[in-house]
């Protein structure tokens, strides 16, 4: 080393690798409060420092020059900045961004209940609708415990929203409308759904200011999302106290395709046996299901389901006839429903995604009645079928922001045959629907959103179109209180029931219902408050001109009027006492309505003023069980009295509704099977439950409508059978 | 001459900094490793998957970083007191384990951290996340002893679970007792590939050993 160049050169290279930069500072939110645990290094090198308690750190590097500082942090968007590196000491002050979380964005919450489980800020889980005591499993049953419904349906089928009717209420599966989502209606006996819970992964109940992807329901709607894949092939087996269940679900090696069916069988006849009933049943109620699926996973995004179902009913039903003392009214119910739905999801390119569904169904009710007030005797025929097809392109535009449009089609046929001894028919109804809507998801931040809709809708029937424009608001005060508005209009054509009773259907319009909603909500802590005001008006409702003892088929038009007020809160609370969680939920509602026969306007049959009801459930993690109990009031209804006069319509009311229901669940293994066993009691106070009245032609005598028995036991086993190979696998490595 | 002395030198002091890289990254993971197996506190765990954060950011090509990412995240849900934040070490555990997983595919390793972090999901919310992350889990578990039958961690990872879970569900004490005798041979033969490879899990052995010991 004789050269001196040489060694300067050399000790250069050692100098420059030795030549070290201090970076410190600190690390802080939008507050200015430090963040701990906070990644601050210099990209591409190993250098860097996590930050201590109160966001500050410091670190020494040899890297030099141009650099880049990072930051990073969960639930924080990543920091980077451009450095140059030159020894020394430099200091940073990093204030990190809140990342756009799913629990941090604002949502649309006035007017929907969410149940899901692949989102994180639902109130409520898939599971809780299942699990609601005192409904069996019915989905709606869980619903009524919610803000807005009616806790009790009476005698009536159906879902009552916000002073609206059942028929109000529309139910819809990936998208698409079911035309008879409930059991055939039995006189004074209120069905359930058709659909077991455990088809849908998601559940949304809108009590009113819906998308304008959906229609047809001026009260509410009930958007159902049906599960996706299953994660294994499964053989379920169920055994009850009304009757026996038998599935299979196969997944395909590749996991791309999954197929199975089930077949169902109820019968009452052993639960009647035991448990007598206020009726007598020349035929006990029997029913059969059998249910067919497909999957197929088409791409790495696309996604292929078919669904089918068809049921066959059967059941007779005799009660007093009040006009003439010993004898009996009879009604005979023959039911075939068959409910298909396939339904397509992919990517299509540019960032759009393609929904497109094709759903069949067709319902067939035949009822043969002795002569009863109010009907003709003999047999009826009601057959309705609807053929529809949807498709929707959405697309996201930026983080949240998202277009929707698309169109439906739906065709119906409705035919009811009347005894011919009646001497009355009934022209057939066919429809040609459709409908072309639009609506855009606008995030302006993470803290205000707007939701803006047009719906378009037009019936060949009615010769008639209308435009529905809809409007969501939400602003997020802070991490966890917000505020929602919704506004639309909602169009619906004429119960199709009312031709039973008239003429001339075709000259009617759109009936029309507008909300206005305001909600504030707040979640944290594993707790949820809601408060939920409205305003709903009501508009052209079907009326007919009203003469109480003709007997000509009265004429149809649109001059009917309504509105409906309220005020509903909500109240959930998984945290306080350790493995309970229960909600609490309480609706006022005002309303009065001029519609079909009502003389004047009045509060309708099928809405109390107050409704309230308290979920609570308890877990045993230890013996594997949970106890669960719901309670469910609501004042007294309107009932009619032939008695009083015109001026006095609907103002007599029921007694108030009381219902305690009880379901204990137990998990266990039986040959191997997870095994889930149920055993629930309904109404296990016994409370008189009183839904009206029904009168002897003369008015003179009257019987309450009451459930058929005091109280609804239900005892059942599920059994199933995991194909998941995995654990013996491994037991016999 | 000289200038070939120079470029000699030059060549050198470069090649000494590429072994040093090299050298670096092994050690850096040694020292983490080694700190891993000592960490006892939410803020220690931090700071060590922070530590394997930086170095997966500048190795792009090693799996063993983002690795044990995903495993510090998996760990830290046992001292994290705030549940509402587990989905999120979940969440982060399942992005560095798929990509631990694209830099060394079918590895009997990586399979393991994916099982745990599928039974994490099952501790956030047991009713809502059981029947859909167990059987995912246990295929994992499945697929880690398939691809390699001897990887100790393996027969570990399910014993844990059939300890935990209820007798009535196929899990308990008596179930758990011989896969874990498993899990004690497999260490006992265990040799890892090398000093950075994963190796640990005999403290957890010992831990849940004198839990069944209760």
């Known amino acids: 080393m004789k050269n001196p160049l040489l060694l300067v050169l050399c000790c250069g290279v050692m100098l420059a690798q030795a030549q070290t930069t201090t970076l410190k500072g600190k690390v802080t939110d939008a507050k200015k409060n430090g963040i701990p645990g906070v990644n601050v290094l210099i990209k591409d090198s190993y250098d860097g420092a996590t930050t201590d308690a109160n966001g500050v750190f410091s670190f020494t590097t040899e890297e030099k020059g141009e650099k ?10 990543k920091y980077e900045q451009k450095i140059t590196l030159a020894g020394g000491e430099q200091t940073f002050i990093i204030a990190l961004k809140e990342a756009f979380n799913e629990m941090k964005v604002v949502t649309i919450t006035a007017g929907a209940f969410e149940a899901s489980d692949s989102k994180k800020s639902t109130v409520l889980k898939a599971l809780d609708v299942m699990t609601t005591a005192g409904t069996q499993g019915d989905t709606y049953g869980a619903l009524r415990t919610l803000p807005g419904a009616q806790t009790s349906s009476g005698d ?9 009717s059942g ?3 529309q139910t819809f599966i990936d998208g698409m409308l079911v035309r008879n989502p409930f059991f055939s209606s039995v006189p004074d006996i209120a069905q359930r759904g058709r659909f077991n819970p455990f088809l849908f992964k998601g559940t949304i109940f809108s009590s009113g200011g819906y998308s304008a992807q959906y229609g047809q329901g001026m009260s509410s709607a009930v958007i159902l999302e049906s599960q996706d894949f299953p994660e294994k092939s499964v053989t379920s087996l169920s055994l009850s106290s009304v009757g026996v269940g038998l599935g299979h679900y196969e997944l395909s090696k590749d996991g791309k395709t999954a197929y199975g069916g089930d077949f169902n069988y109820t019968t009452l006849a052993p639960y009647y046996a035991l448990v007598s009933q206020k009726f007598d049943h020349p035929k006990n109620p029997v029913f059969y299901g059998e249910s067919a699926y497909f999957r197929r996973r088409t791409s790495p995004t696309g996604i292929l389901k078919f669904y089918a179902t068809a049921s066959q009913g059967d059941l007779a039903i ?8 010993g004898k009996k009214n009879l009604f005979e119910l023959a039911n075939t429903n068959i409910y298909t739905n396939f339904s397509y999801a ?17 319902n067939s009710d035949q009822i043969t009645n002795t002569y009863s007030y109010g009907s003709f005797p003999g047999t009826f025929k009601v057959n309705n079928s609807l053929t529809q097809g949807k498709i929707v392109f959405s697309r996201f535009f930026g983080r949240l922001s998202a277009l929707r449009v698309g169109g439906e089609f739906q065709h119906s046929e409705d035919n009811i045959k009347l005894p011919e001894n009646s001497g009355f028919t009934i022209d057939p109804v066919n429809d040609n629907f459709s409908s072309l809507f639009a609506e855009t998801d606008v995030y302006l931040s993470s803290k205000i959103v707007a939701r803006v809709g047009l719906r378009m809708e037009y019936s060949a029937f009615l010769n008639k179109s209308n435009l529905a424009p809809r409007l969501s608001l939400a602003y997020k005060l802070n991490d966890v209180a917000q505020f929602s508005f919704a506004y639309g209009d909602f169009y619906q054509k004429a119960d199709s029931l009312l031709r039973w009773h008239s003429s001339g259907s075709q000259n009617t319009g759109f009936q029309k219902a507008t909300h206005y909603i305001l909600n504030y909500q707040v979640i944290a802590n594993d707790r949820i408050f809601r408060v939920e005001g409205f305003y709903k008006n009501y508009d052209r409702l079907v009326e007919t001109d009203y003469q109480a003892a003709s007997y000509t088929l009265p004429v149809l038009n649109n001059n009917g009027t309504g509105w409906a007020d309220g005020l509903e809160f909500f109240y959930r609370d998984k945290k306080t006492i350790k493995g309970m969680d229960y909600w609490i939920s309480y609706s006022y509602l005002d309303t009065k309505r001029k519609y079909i026969y009502y003389p004047l306007a009045a509060q309708p049959t099928y809405a109390a003023n107050h409704n309230a009801s308290l979920r609570i459930q308890k877990f045993f993690t230890k ?7 719901t309670y ?4 007294g209804r309107p009932y009619f009295n032939p008695n009083r006069p015109d001026a006095e319509f609907l103002t007599d009311r029921t007694p108030d509704y009381h219902n305690l229901g009880l379901s204990y669940t137990y998990l266990t293994n039986f040959y191997k099977a997870f095994t889930v066993l149920v055993l629930s009691v309904n109404n296990v106070l016994g409370a008189d439950q009183v839904f009206g009245y029904r009168y002897s032609t003369d008015g003179k005598t009257r019987a309450a409508i009451t459930p058929p028995a005091p109280r609804f036991f239900f005892l059942g086993a599920f059994l199933s059978w995991g194909q998941d190979r995995s654990k013996e696998v491994i037991n016999n490595n | 001459m000289k200038n070939l002395f120079f470029i000699a030198l030059l060549t050198l002091a470069f090649a000494q900094a590429g072994t040093a890289q090299n050298d670096k990254f092994v050690k850096t993971m040694e020292t983490n490793i080694a700190m891993m197996d000592t960490a006892h506190s939410l803020e220690f765990y931090q700071k060590i998957s922070n530590n394997f954060e930086r170095i997966a950011g500048r190795e792009t090509k090693e799996w063993t970083p983002p690795y044990y990412v995903a495993l510090s995240q998996i760990q830290m849900m046992s001292f994290e007191p705030d549940q509402s934040k587990w989905s999120d070490l979940c969440d982060k555990g399942d992005q560095f384990i798929a990509m631990a997983d694209s830099l060394s595919p079918n590895n009997s390793e990586i399979y393991v951290v994916k099982c745990m972090l599928a039974y994490g999901r099952i501790r956030i919310d047991p009713m809502t996340n059981g029947q859909k992350y167990a059987p995912i889990g246990s295929q994992f578990l499945q697929k880690a002893i398939t691809l390699n039958p001897d990887n100790p961690r393996a027969y570990l990872e399910n014993g ?38 994963p190796n640990w899990g005999k403290n957890v052995y010992a831990f849940i050993m004198g839990e069944m010991g209760k």
């Open chain 1, 167 to 169: 028929s109000e209420a």
């Open chain 1, 632 to 635: 469910s009031y609501a004042s």
């Open chain 2, 160 to 197: 844990i679970n059939t300890f935990y879970t209820p007798p009535m569900w196929g899990g308990g004490k008596e179930k758990a007792e011989p896969m874990l005798a498993t899990a004690k041979e497999k260490f006992d033969a265990f040799k890892p590939a090398n000093s950075i490879a």
């Open chain 1, 156 to 164: 009536q089928d159906g879902l009552f929203v916000r002073g609206g």
């Open chain 1, 68 to 77: 880049t500082l990072q930051a990073s942090f969960i639930s924080y968007e």
């Open chain 1, 346 to 362: 992919d990517m299509i390119g540019g960032g759009w995604k393609l929904n497109a569904g094709f759903s069949f169904s067709a």
């Open chain 1, 318 to 325: 005799s009660s007093d006839n009040l006009d003439s003392a």
């Open chain 1, 623 to 629: 013996i594997s069980s949970s106890l669960s109990a």
